[in-house]
């Protein structure tokens, strides 16, 4: 989708959402739901039906991890880096990365006590 057909669906949402507000409104909740369509509109528009489904389950399961991946692609996506639409295997990659860069950065060790057992103790 070209950067002038997004411009005009948006503006034509936009209308929209102040006709069944009745023009006015919380202003904040219009912003986040003009947020919110825009970010839906530009992930329809690079995703394809498979990765969209694939993203929406990972989305009820890790909602964190939904909205870092879903970032990463509307940046990509207005950096120019996606070419055509990205299908379930390439965001298999994107998820990859995105669980590489959220690894805890420490491990836990445990040292465990080393018990002597030894038989001779049991024959008193």
């Given at each position: 989708?070209?950067?002038?057909?997004?411009?005009?669906?948006?503006?034509?949402?936009?209308?929209?959402?102040?006709?069944?507000?009745?023009?006015?409104?919380?202003?904040?909740?219009?912003?986040?739901?003009?947020q919110e369509?825009?970010?839906?509109?530009?992930?329809?528009?690079?995703?394809?039906?498979?990765?969209?489904?694939?993203?929406?389950?990972?989305?009820?399961?890790?909602?964190?991890?939904?909205?870092?991946?879903?970032?990463?692609?509307?940046?990509?996506?207005?950096?120019?880096?996606?070419?055509?639409?990205?299908?379930?295997?390439?965001?298999?990659?994107?998820?990859?990365?995105?669980?590489?860069?959220?690894?805890?950065?420490?491990?836990?060790?445990?040292?465990?006590?080393?018990?002597?057992?030894?038989?001779?103790?049991d024959d008193?």
């Amino acid at each position: 989708m070209a950067d002038p057909e997004l411009e005009a669906i948006r503006a034509r949402r936009m209308a929209e959402m102040q006709q069944q507000m009745g023009g006015g409104g919380d202003q904040k909740a219009e912003q986040q739901a003009r947020q919110e369509e825009m970010k839906n509109t530009i992930l329809a528009g690079i995703l394809d039906q498979a990765s969209r489904s694939r993203l929406n389950n990972l989305k009820l399961v890790k909602p964190e991890k939904a909205a870092m991946v879903e970032n990463m692609l509307i940046q990509m996506a207005q950096t120019g880096q996606v070419q055509g639409k990205i299908g379930e295997d390439q965001l298999k990659n994107i998820l990859e990365r995105v669980s590489e860069q959220a690894k805890p950065v420490g491990k836990v060790k445990f040292q465990r006590r080393k018990v002597f057992d030894d038989d001779s103790d049991d024959d008193y």
